[in-house]
Structures are given as C-alpha cells and as structure tokens.
C-alpha cells in the first residue's frame, strides 16, 4: 500500500471514505439512468467503470500561508489544504509537496504561483515547475522582471501520461538578492492540481 495513503489521519480516513461513498453514488445512478433508458442493452461494466475513473480521479490542493523562498535555492513547495480529493493523491501530512497518480493514464497538470514584489534596483529572474519524480521538469514558467512593482504570477500548465506511483511536486525560484515569499491569496496561490483526462 502507498505510504501517503498509510499515514492518513482519522479525519482524513473519514473524508476519503466519504469521498468513496459519493463516487459509488454516482456510478449506480449513472447505471440507473442507462437503464431507464436502454434497459440490459449495451450495458457495459467495464465502461461504466471507466467513466466513473476518468470523472473522479482528480485532486487540487492549496497552501494557506505564505512560504519564503530563498535567493537563488530551487524550492519545493508544499500543500496543506485540499479542495479535493478524488482517489487519495495527496497528503497533508505525508511527502504534502506531492501528488501521486493512482490510476494510470493521461492527466492535466496545473500550477499557480505568485511571487511577492520583485523589484529592487536590478533585473529579477524568477520561474516555477512541474517535476516528475523529483527528477526531471515536465512544465516551466518564467519571467524576467525588470523593477517590478506588482507580485510576479506564474502558470505552468502540461497535459503528461503517468504511471501508477508517479507524483508531481512544483518547485520555484528567483535570484531576487533577498528571501522574497510565494503569496497565499485565496482561490489563486498557490494552486496544484491534475486530472485524469484519458
């Protein structure tokens, strides 16, 4: 068994079983409603399964303070809170940086970062990525900021197949000259989520 899924909570047990619940939910009135309206015919199970995988392996998480980047350190960040969690792809207590395919496939992969004001005299650079199994990047945004006066937002958005057992952190870094924070702004940074979409 996954270790991320042995060191769950109670509280996080019970919000995962609930989760199972609402899914198993869903996938008997997805067959209910084939039935209405086909009966026995074309009823397939291995299909209907299929739906039910593609629709609720999804996971997005946040973090709900800021973090304080170091000049020049490439950094991992780390997730403390969850909006959801479809098939335990995260833990907020157990590697929270991560999130870990459960079912193989292609997935949608996203992450919002925004940097604190950069400016200060000289040019700054700063990026953030998507790492496949803490080698190598798979998605990467940056931005070269010339006396910023606004936080610097970064998108890093890639579409990748994964394996059982694979997980994607988002590391970030600038060479600002001073520690400089990743903001957390509700609803926008920092943001990671994947989905399974085939």
Do not use: W
């Amino acid at each position: 068994m996954p270790q991320h899924i042995e060191e769950l909570t109670a509280k996080e047990l019970t919000s995962k079983v609930l989760d199972l619940e609402t899914q198993v939910t869903q996938a008997l009135e997805i067959a209910r409603q084939h039935h209405e309206e086909h009966g026995d015919e074309g009823y397939d199970p291995v299909l209907l399964r299929q739906h039910q995988i593609i629709n609720t392996t999804a996971v997005h998480v946040f973090d709900s303070g800021a973090t304080a980047i170091t000049t020049g350190t490439r950094t991992n960040l780390t997730f403390d809170s969850e909006r959801y969690d479809g098939d335990a792809m995260h833990s907020t207590t157990s590697n929270p940086g991560r999130l870990t395919c459960t079912v193989a496939g292609k997935y949608h992969i996203t992450a919002n970062v925004t940097f604190q004001t950069l400016n200060g005299g000289s040019a700054t650079f700063a990026f953030a990525a998507i790492q496949l199994n803490g080698g190598n990047d798979i998605g990467f945004d940056d931005n070269f900021i010339d006396n910023a006066a606004v936080g610097t937002a970064l998108t890093v958005s890639v579409t990748y197949d994964l394996a059982v057992e694979d997980y994607v952190e988002v590391d970030v870094q600038h060479d600002f000259g001073a520690n400089r924070n990743v903001l957390s702004t509700a609803d926008f940074t920092p943001e990671f989520m994947m989905e399974r979409i085939g």
